[in-house]
């Protein structure tokens, strides 16, 4: 069973950069598609980015875009999500997932990391 740890979160002032990890173990970490979702208080869970096994595709929120880098080393079980240009409403718990395709919706990946906390101050 493949298991998910995130670190990386902080407290961040307004403009500052991120870069959240996420290391796998317990599974065959390259046959994973692999995305980022966070989640802030009393909302639902957002998509943020999504890079496939090979690393041939990304695809990132709406919110996000341009500003937020996803990428994976297949060697290492890590894939990394690199924040700059930080926002206050960039503050949230930040999930990464493993999933067997590129998917949009948190319901369609298998399995979770407990998640990082970001919080950006204005």
């Known amino acids: 069973q493949l298991q998910l740890v995130e670190s990386g979160g902080g407290l961040v002032q307004a403009g500052a950069s991120l870069r959240l990890s996420c290391t796998a173990s317990?599974?065959?970490?390259?046959?994973?598609?692999m995305g980022w979702f966070r989640q802030a208080p009393g909302k639902e869970r957002e998509f943020v980015a999504v890079?496939?096994?090979?690393?041939?595709?990304?695809n990132y929120g709406d919110t996000v875009k341009g500003r937020f880098t996803v990428s994976r080393d297949n060697a290492k079980n890590t894939v990394w999500l690199k924040m700059n240009s930080l926002k206050p409403e960039d503050t949230a718990v930040y999930h990464c997932a493993a999933g067997t395709g590129i998917y949009y919706r948190a319901q369609e990946y298998n399995y979770w990391g407990q998640g990082t906390q970001v919080t950006v101050s204005s």
């Open positions: 890079i496939s096994r090979s690393r041939t595709f990304t």
């Open positions: 317990g599974g065959t970490f390259s046959t994973w598609t």
